[in-house]
Nanobody, 125 residues
Framework: QVQLVESGGGLVQAGGSLRLSCAAS????????MGWFRQAPAKEREFVAA????????AYADSVKGRFTISRDNAKNTLYLQMNSLKPEDTAVYYC??????????????????WGQGTQVTVSS
């Protein structure tokens, strides 16, 4: 089982940057594909970004492509989301998620088994 704890959220002005972190417990972080999702008030949770076990492959939602970067450090059991050029519509609770994967390179867009508690990101205009 993997436990996930997000951090790094906060209040930022439009155009600013934030870096989210997701610390994973256990020694199995490197066997899991990872993803970031977000949920804005009164909206469904949506996919933001995903990364394969080794980090060789990454995928992004069209709404964040070119502004957000997902990365991972398997030695530190940590997932990151660098968010630049933030917009008010990026305001949401951001969640990291983990899914066991037999593939070193495959991206997972859904079917995640483990979720963090979320961290709030608020972008003011």
């Amino acid at each position: 089982q993997v436990q996930l704890v997000e951090s790094g959220g906060g209040l930022v002005q439009a155009g600013g940057s934030l870096r989210l972190s997701c610390a994973a417990s256990g020694r199995t972080f490197s066997t899991h594909a990872m993803g970031w999702f977000r949920q804005a008030p009164a909206k469904e949770r949506e996919f933001v970004a995903a990364i394969s076990r080794t980090g060789i492959n990454r995928a992004y939602a069209d709404s964040v492509k070119g502004r957000f970067t997902i990365s991972r450090d398997n030695a530190k059991n940590t997932l990151y989301l660098q968010m630049n050029s933030l917009k008010p519509e990026d305001t949401a609770v951001y969640y990291c998620a983990a899914r066991p994967s037999s593939s070193l390179s495959e991206i997972e867009y859904d079917g995640y088994d483990y979720w963090g508690q979320g961290t709030q990101v608020t972008v003011s205009s």
